[in-house]
């Protein structure tokens, strides 16, 4: 405050000079009497006095802080009142775009695969399957999101085989550690079956898969998840597009009451750099009504675009069927393995129960360095380090997988195929990828005849370009 008071204090002194010397005469000369000018010397010196005791007083006072300065970026508060609200919308991306609103979400959600392939067969086999063919496997679109509260959503059409099908389709429910999940879903029936189309190792998934009939299904499941354990179990009727069919009798969707059991547990632990993974699961179906209908298990020769069935049993009058899978698999940097057993009982009243058995053991390689990642019980996708457009050339993964089905069993004779397949997968960017694959299958007991033989191999070279987001 002194540098305050003391020019104050000066500017009065001068004041008091200037007031007196400007004054008209008369005023001066009677101002101006030595006793008066004496008196008010006297006044100003006073006036010095109290401000040099002022100043003392101030130099023994603690210092005040000096203020925070005032931020030159700082809004108003009538800018801070007008700032977006947490419940306003938001677009954000995600291979496609995705929309939020305060705790809901969608993100928008597709799937491009197109197939080719040769299918190279003993000359004397005459069934149209052999040769070249093509397909646009799957054309798929649909959306999944939040609703806010834990409850989820996904809802996804796909055009294949020349129909429209609902594949995932259904309302979620997660609090914690559990998910609750009604609606067309996966029932935990194999590893191999629960990766997704566009992040398997190689084109097709394991024969059994198709041939056992895995597919999702409407119904009811949880999930438990905690540190390494991973429970699954649901009741399910028959897959959404079977129950859409509004024909009378044993076809018809509406009257179809099947309904099957489904469990899977897995344990995945880590060490160090190896991730682990034991899996065991168990299923029950009683066909109910479709027991009208005989039921048979086939499988084509690798290629879907393909459509004859070389291994194929005879119709089975069945009542239900059971069975169980283990699998085992994992990962250590760009390393990966998986081999899964599985074993169908089919029920036949009056009859004994054939048995058929189907597996396969795999082992693969991201030759760029990446991994293919591992989360909630299944392999993912692999991400390119270096994608093309950035400096590099995508990811590039090789695998070998052996695959065995048998559809022999009691007085079934279906065939058996001892497999050997080899694919490259290369991903340039992420969310898209170009698989090549080269097979050769070994036939026992095959269904088509070469030359009235059932013991033959065939070979396969397929490819697939497939975008996912």
Known sequence: MRPILRPVMGRLAAGTAIALAMAPAPLCAQAI???????????IAALKAQVDRLEARLDSAPAAPAPAPVAASAAPPAQVAQARPASDSVIGWKGGPVFSKGAASFHVKGRIQYDAGLLMTPDSITDRAKGYSNELRRLRLGGEGQLGGGFGYKLELELSDNSVDLVDTFITYEKGKWLVTLGNHNSFQSLDELIGDTGGSVMERAAFTDAFGFERRLGLSAQYRSGIV??????????????TNDADGADGGDENNSYGVDGRVVLAPRFGKTQLHFGLSGHWRDFQRLAENPQRYRQRAYLHSANSRFLATANIPADGESHY???????RGPLWWAGEAHWLRVSRPGLADPTFFGGYGEVGYVLTGETRGYKNGIFGIVKPDSPVGSGG?????????YDYLSLNDKDIVGGKQNGIIAALV??????????????????TDAAILAGGKSDYGVDVIGWRAELDF
């Open 33 to 43: 009497s030595a006793a008066e000018a004496d008196a008010l010397r006297a006044q």
């Open 230 to 243: 991973l429970a699954q179990a649901g009741i399910f009727s028959d897959s959404a597009d079977s129950l």
């Open 325 to 331: 899978g283990l699998e085992l698999a994992g990962e």
């Open 393 to 401: 050339w995508g990811a590039l993964q090789a695998t070998v997988r």
């Open 426 to 443: 290369w991903t340039p960017v992420e969310y898209l990828r170009f698989n090549v694959n080269y097979a050769h299958l070994d036939y």
